[in-house]
């Protein structure tokens, strides 16, 4: 039941080296010296990097319900092929909402036989249902999110202050699970803005962008860390684009709260100026910002302001998309990258002096520890599980939307010269993708919470 796999280039914690890594029943066993003899069959991979498999931790797989827009099949074979052995799925777009137990049965019976990868899930926070809560976190989920904001879902509405207050009570009296908040606060509600917004053009972006400035997101995150200072208690805030906020989570951050921080790939990739009017598939919310935004992002990542940046893949059916009438007011709002988000990131990382350690440590170990698997996955030490990525950091590719696993193949990255391939992707052990092929059947496991242990969360000591 062992093997070992060498290679010149083993991204270890203490950094690049050539090591050989053996790999017992699923974890790895021990990481030896290159040189050592193992005294066990040995493949060797000459100059390919081995590094730790990705967690991504924020994904909306949308079943049950929404199939026909993505589904754990689609999802977990597109991660299998990006290099990510581990998702979280998001708790709405599917039909139930996962915002109470029976909603959650039903989600976790949907993904049985059907993973290619391990995931969890989370469960939501909506008005009302603050007496859900405790059944969600013994039913094992891995986190609650909720939205200040509209959530484009009706049945999946957003929480006020009052509602978050009730929540919290809730959740500090019995769990360390994160609360993970999309933070935008209108400044005047929708049915008040109406004169304001008839005077946008909607097939414009920039007008788009407009119409979600970065006060709204600075709002949020303001009445955020008040809420995570009272509380104690830790507060995620999801996909940072406003870069204004950096300030002041950089000093709730030195002050010690417990707030975390991610964002994504097209907040880094994109930047605003650059998107056409009418192209929607750039729409999500908060929107991708100006070059000076992204660079203050990429700051606030070099210094740790930032925690992880993962995918918020959200795809659907194509027909939302409006593409013929692009209008982005009419859009389903959501970007699909899932499978690419390895390349992309190492792409834009690398031009700007980032080494493949920092952007392992970014998409592997931060998010592994964000959801209490510090010591399961996101690193090759030994005790770890078996989850590696083969990846060629130099090679370039042009993103060709045949070769998605997505359930739909609509990205904004088609046609875009990245670099980075992922050559091959193993779980537990075992190689589960290789040259564009999957090969494994789907033995992806559901990963639970483990309240029993109350394992700590090294997020804040990384
Ligand atoms: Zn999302």
Same mark, same amino acid.
């Given at each position: 039941?062992?093997?070992? %796999?060498?290679?010149?280039?083993?991204?270890?914690?203490?950094?690049?080296?050539?090591?050989?890594?053996?790999? +017992?029943?699923? *974890?790895?066993?021990?990481? %030896?010296?290159?040189?050592?003899? =193992?005294?066990?069959?040995?493949?060797?991979?000459?100059?390919?990097? #081995?590094?730790?498999? %990705?967690?991504?931790?924020?994904?909306?797989?949308? +079943?049950?319900?929404?199939?026909?827009? &993505?589904?754990?099949?689609?999802?977990?074979?597109?991660?299998?092929?990006?290099?990510?052995?581990?998702?979280?799925?998001?708790?709405?777009?599917?039909?139930?909402?996962?915002?109470?137990?029976?909603?959650?049965?039903?989600?976790?019976?949907?993904?049985?036989?059907?993973?290619?990868?391990?995931?969890?899930?989370?469960?939501?926070?909506?008005?009302?249902?603050?007496?859900?809560?405790?059944?969600? #976190?013994?039913?094992?989920? *891995?986190?609650?999110?909720?939205?200040?904001?509209? =959530?484009?879902?009706?049945?999946?509405?957003?929480?006020?202050?009052?509602?978050?207050?009730?929540?919290?009570?809730?959740?500090?009296?019995?769990?360390?699970?994160?609360?993970?908040?999309?933070?935008? *606060?209108?400044?005047?509600?929708?049915?008040?803005?109406?004169?304001?917004?008839? !005077?946008?053009?909607?097939?414009?972006?920039?007008?788009?962008?407009?119409?979600?400035?970065?006060?709204?997101?600075?709002?949020?995150? &303001?009445? *955020? /860390?008040?809420?995570?200072?009272?509380?104690?208690?830790?507060?995620? #805030?999801?996909?940072?684009? =406003?870069?204004?906020?950096?300030?002041?989570?950089?000093?709730?951050? !030195?002050?010690?709260?417990?707030?975390?921080?991610?964002?994504?790939?097209?907040?880094?990739?994109?930047?605003?100026? +650059? #998107?056409?009017?009418?192209?929607?598939?750039?729409?999500?919310?908060?929107?991708?910002?100006?070059?000076?935004?992204? +660079?203050?992002?990429?700051?606030?990542?070099?210094?740790?302001?930032?925690?992880?940046?993962?995918?918020?893949?959200?795809?659907?059916?194509?027909?939302?998309?409006?593409?013929?009438?692009?209008?982005?007011?009419?859009?389903?709002?959501?970007?699909?990258?899932? !499978?690419?988000?390895?390349?992309?990131?190492?792409?834009?990382?690398?031009?700007?002096?980032?080494?493949?350690?920092?952007?392992?440590?970014?998409?592997?170990?931060?998010?592994?520890?964000?959801?209490?698997?510090?010591?399961?996955?996101?690193?090759?030490?030994?005790?770890?599980?078996?989850?590696?990525?083969?990846?060629?950091?130099?090679?370039?590719?042009?993103?060709?939307?045949?070769?998605?696993?997505?359930?739909?193949?609509?990205?904004?990255?088609?046609?875009?010269?990245?670099?980075?391939?992922?050559?091959?992707?193993?779980?537990?052990?075992?190689? /589960?993708?290789?040259?564009?092929?999957?090969?494994?059947?789907?033995?992806?496991?559901?990963?639970?919470?483990? !309240?029993?242990?109350?394992?700590?969360?090294?997020?804040? &000591?990384?």
């Amino acid at each position: 039941m062992n093997h070992a %796999l060498k290679s010149k280039n083993v991204l270890t914690p203490d950094g690049l080296k050539a090591a050989v890594v053996i790999i +017992e029943n699923g *974890l790895i066993r021990e990481v %030896l010296d290159y040189t050592a003899d =193992s005294g066990i069959d040995t493949e060797d991979f000459g100059e390919l990097v #081995i590094m730790p498999a %990705l967690t991504d931790t924020h994904v909306h797989i949308n +079943e049950p319900g929404r199939t026909e827009w &993505e589904g754990f099949e689609t999802a977990t074979k597109s991660a299998a092929a990006g290099g990510i052995t581990m998702l979280t799925d998001m708790p709405l777009n599917s039909t139930p909402v996962t915002t109470n137990v029976n909603a959650l049965k039903k989600k976790t019976e949907a993904a049985i036989n059907k993973l290619y990868v391990d995931c969890g899930f989370y469960a939501g926070v909506i008005p009302g249902n603050s007496n859900e809560l405790e059944g969600l #976190i013994q039913n094992g989920v *891995l986190g609650f999110k909720a939205f200040m904001i509209h =959530s484009g879902i009706d049945d999946f509405p957003d929480v006020s202050e009052y509602d978050l207050r009730k929540a919290l009570d809730v959740l500090k009296s019995m769990t360390d699970l994160p609360l993970l908040v999309h933070a935008e *606060l209108e400044d005047v509600p929708d049915s008040e803005n109406g004169m304001k917004r008839a !005077q946008y053009d909607e097939c414009s972006f920039k007008s788009f962008v407009d119409t979600r400035p970065k006060e709204w997101e600075n709002k949020a995150i &303001e009445l *955020l /860390i008040k809420l995570c200072r009272e509380y104690d208690y830790h507060i995620h #805030i999801v996909h940072l684009s =406003s870069s204004d906020a950096i300030e002041m989570i950089r000093s709730a951050k !030195q002050e010690g709260l417990k707030l975390t921080v991610e964002t994504c790939p097209h907040y880094l990739y994109f930047s605003s100026e +650059e #998107i056409a009017d009418k192209d929607t598939r750039f729409k999500c919310t908060p929107p991708i910002r100006d070059t000076v935004n992204r +660079e203050k992002l990429w700051d606030a990542v070099r210094e740790g302001v930032i925690d992880f940046i993962v995918s918020d893949h959200s795809p659907c059916d194509p027909g939302l998309k409006c593409f013929d009438e692009g209008s982005f007011e009419k859009a389903w709002g959501g970007l699909s990258s899932l !499978q690419l988000g390895l390349s992309i990131v190492w792409t834009a990382a690398k031009e700007r002096g980032f080494t493949l350690e920092n952007v392992s440590k970014l998409m592997s170990a931060n998010t592994a520890a964000f959801i209490g698997l510090e010591n399961k996955k996101g690193k090759i030490e030994k005790g770890f599980d078996a989850d590696l990525v083969f990846f060629d950091p130099v090679k370039k590719f042009i993103v060709d939307e045949s070769e998605l696993f997505h359930r739909h193949k609509i990205t904004p990255y088609s046609g875009r010269e990245l670099c980075g391939v992922v050559n091959a992707t193993y779980l537990r052990g075992k190689k /589960i993708f290789e040259n564009g092929k999957i090969l494994s059947k789907p033995e992806g496991e559901i990963i639970f919470n483990h !309240q029993d242990t109350k394992s700590p969360r090294n997020i804040f &000591e990384i």
